[in-house]
């Protein structure tokens, strides 16, 4: 099992910037495809963007491309989603994911992910 913790949300205006983290105490996600997912209030948990294991690959929504960018630390076994420009529309609770794939290919349904955290809220103000 893979805890994922998931930190840097809070609230900021239109075109502002946050960055989120997610870490697995006690557990590195090295090995692990890794993805961040939101679910506005009312709505389906959407892809928003993912990583292969090795880095090499990485994999947006049309909704962030452009705008957000995930990253992932090795040394500090950590990924990061940063958003710039953030809209009013980018509001949701924004999930980490983690997938036990080996392979270049992103997923971008929830159903391939093994391994979610608790969500952090990321609201934007017109």
């Known amino acids: 099992q893979v805890q994922l913790v998931e930190s840097g949300g809070g609230l900021v205006q239109a075109g502002g910037s946050l960055r989120l983290s997610c870490v697995a105490p006690g557990r590195t996600i090295s090995s692990y495809a890794m993805g961040w997912f939101r679910q506005a209030p009312g709505k389906g948990r959407e892809f928003a963007v993912g990583?292969?294991?090795?880095?090499?690959?990485?994999y947006y929504s049309d909704s962030v491309k452009g705008r957000f960018t995930m990253s992932r630390d090795r040394a500090k076994n950590t990924v990061f989603l940063q958003m710039n420009s953030l809209k009013p529309e980018d509001t949701a609770v924004y999930y980490c994911?983690?997938?036990?794939?080996?392979?270049?290919?992103?997923?971008?349904?929830?159903?391939?992910?093994?391994?979610w955290g608790q969500g952090t809220q990321v609201t934007v103000s017109s």
């Open positions: 990583i292969d294991w090795s880095g090499g690959t990485t």
């Open positions: 994911a983690a997938r036990s794939d080996r392979s270049r290919v992103v997923a971008t349904n929830t159903g391939e992910y093994d391994y």
